[in-house]
């Protein structure tokens, strides 16, 4: 029937529309989750925001592999930071979807103790790229640049606008 | 007929995915409606994102109800921050809902402006336990901990991670 | 037939939420793609965030069209900042869809490297007044005020309390 046929396509459409809006949801959820772990000591929980072989590139190092992730949150200077009591602030991304894959760009703030005030240790670029698994999105590649005036954080910011 | 039973089932689970959207969004548009309650001094306004009785449980002290929240933010401590230029800046936060009821852990941070820049001057973890009321999602308990290196603050935050 | 109109009915309704949702997602795009602009010294990208006679009122100073604000950003100010190393952090904020008109309010931080460590060297509330343009939601009017303590900043944020 014409009718119900109509009702199909418009359902399908909104399907997809609403399917769109849970992906961004869930990525954001994802983000969400990174503080909470490696602010918590939780390295295990952390590194399995990542896929098995997913890699974490920051201007310090990098890590391949949630082992090698977890292992990393287990050294001196993530160790250290806990002590003195730190937050990691990931913040407001854009996120671009592209079927099963997803990249967001943003930034992080270290934020560190300091005696009776806090300290903004570290500010970096986050470019996020991201795939769909069976349980949910998960990183495949995330890439973290300190914001030193350098090329390479701007490279990172540029690369999200088109 | 089939079709339409068909039909009704794929827009009654649509419905139902796009609640959930919506309690999503709504929860954040109250979180983010903290600052400019308290930073704009409107104590009635911040306090009303509570229920009546709701409880606001933090390092420094515990307040329930919401007199007895719009009353302390009518004490010195938040009147010097106003005094001085301060913001009250609410992070990404993990959220999770369940029926009525809702948790979402985050950050907050406290930047009070300090001569020439701004101090952050508290990092804490926020973790919001919600309600669905006739008039929107409130919040029932809220609990900050100072971030300091010690067990409170990590404990809510792990709490976050199922 | 009575059952296809109650269907065509609810299908309305949630077409309906879902524009909803996606304005409100879209919005925060378009505040998430400001920080990127600015701070890889995409000046053209940036001032495109406005429409082309868009204006941007600071406490510092006001620019009205986007080639003043792409002019305004390659100058001093903003190119000892990008040199040093900057971000600009924009928040969760409050945001209320009217049509095809929106306003957005919240906070963004100016981040500037200093040494070893960070600054936010300003902190201010921001008030974006956005139109629903045929490329997407744009901004119409974006005013930012110092949070220093005085009536200007405090008057932003009470405004967006209803």
């Known amino acids: 029937m014409t009718v119900d046929a109509d009702l199909v396509d418009r359902l399908e459409r909104l399907e997809r ?8 949801q869930e990525i954001y959820e994802l983000m969400a989750s990174y503080g909470p772990a490696v602010d918590s000591n939780s390295r ?26 977890a292992s ?28 099963d894959t997803a990249v967001a760009t943003g930034y992080m703030g270290l934020i560190v103790r300091d005696g009776e005030t806090f300290e903004l240790r570290r500010q970096t670029v986050q470019r996020w790229e991201l795939v ?6 998960r990183i495949a590649h995330r890439t973290g640049r300190l914001i030193d005036g350098g090329p390479e954080a701007r490279g ?6 088109d």
């Open 156 to 161: 990172l910011l540029a690369r999200a606008l």
């Open 17 to 24: 529309r609403v399917r769109a809006l849970e992906d961004e």
């Open 44 to 69: 295990e929980e952390a590194a399995r925001l990542w896929i098995s072989d997913g890699i974490y590139d920051v201007d310090v190092g990098e890590w391949r592999g949630q082992e090698a992730i």
């Open 72 to 99: 990393m949150l287990g050294e001196d200077f993530h160790q250290t930071c806990l002590a003195s009591g730190c937050s990691h602030q990931v913040s407001l991304s854009k996120v671009a979807v592209d079927g």
């Open 132 to 137: 769909r698994t069976e349980a949910g999105w």
